[in-house]
């Protein structure tokens, strides 16, 4: 959709995204989580915060619009900084609420 989406973003965000799983488990966020279940949800909420980031690019192309906004000049706008977490958080936070975390 956009030839500034890498594939070595996508390394760096799951490597990341692993990463704050294991914090995440070792400071005990969640009380009853397993590792696993915590690399799981962090995958699947990673993969929905790249198809939000690739849906809202997607958008503004198809409207022929650069920027969603003045907000951040340079930065694309606000719904650049937050397309991921608008798609990622409630996935997550249902996975939470789902596994019985929450």
């Known amino acids: 959709v956009s030839p500034n989406k ?11 995204g692993l990463i704050w799983a294991i914090v ?3 400071l005990d966020w969640s009380g ?10 962090s995958v699947v909420a990673l993969l929905i915060s790249i198809i939000g ?3 809202e690019s997607l958008f503004k192309r198809c409207y022929q619009v650069k920027d969603s ?7 694309g706008g606000m719904l650049d900084r937050i397309d991921s ?9 249902a996975g939470l609420f789902f596994l019985g975390a929450i």
């Open 69 to 75: 906004g003045n907000l951040l000049p340079g930065h």
């Open 85 to 93: 977490l608008i798609a990622a958080v409630p996935v997550f936070t």
């Open 6 to 16: 890498t594939w070595e973003g996508v390394a760096g965000a799951l490597v990341l």
């Open 24 to 26: 995440g488990y070792s």
């Open 32 to 41: 009853s989580l397993s590792l696993f279940s915590w690399l799981c949800l």
């Open 53 to 55: 980031d690739l849906f």
